[in-house]
């Protein structure tokens, strides 16, 4: 079982940035799969970004070029860089990782991008 706590959202004005964590509570040397996803009120959940144990990463379109996706294994943590918001990228954010078949949440942070 794996235990993933977010932290770092908030409210910030369109255009500003913002640094989400995601503390895993298994070592990530031994996870292969882990990202973000979002959902805003109404509508269903979307992935935004996935980084794999090679260090290779993916995007949605909507983010790509301005989030950025990365991992310490040292911390066991991954991170989402999110720039230039747009008030469309508020949502309630939450990390994930697919783990021996299973797939694990943690329980979300919310991001507020005020125009």
């Known amino acids: 079982q794996v235990q993933l706590v977010e932290s770092g959202g908030g409210l910030v004005q369109a255009g500003g940035s913002l640094r989400l964590s995601c503390a895993a509570s298994?070592?990530?040397?031994?996870?292969?799969?882990m990202g973000w996803s979002r959902q805003a009120p109404g509508k269903q959940r979307e992935l935004v970004a996935t980084?794999?144990?090679?260090?290779?990463?993916t995007y949605a379109d909507s983010v790509k070029g301005r989030f950025t996706i990365s991992r310490d294994n040292g911390k066991n943590t991954i991170y989402l860089q999110m720039n230039s918001l747009k008030p469309e990228d508020t949502a309630a954010y939450y990390c994930?990782?697919?783990?021996?078949?299973?797939?694990?949440w943690g329980q979300g942070t919310q991001v507020t991008v005020s125009s």
């Open positions: 994930y990782t697919v783990h021996l078949g299973i797939i694990y």
């Open positions: 980084i794999y144990s090679e260090g290779d990463t």
């Open positions: 298994k070592s990530t040397f031994s996870i292969n799969v």
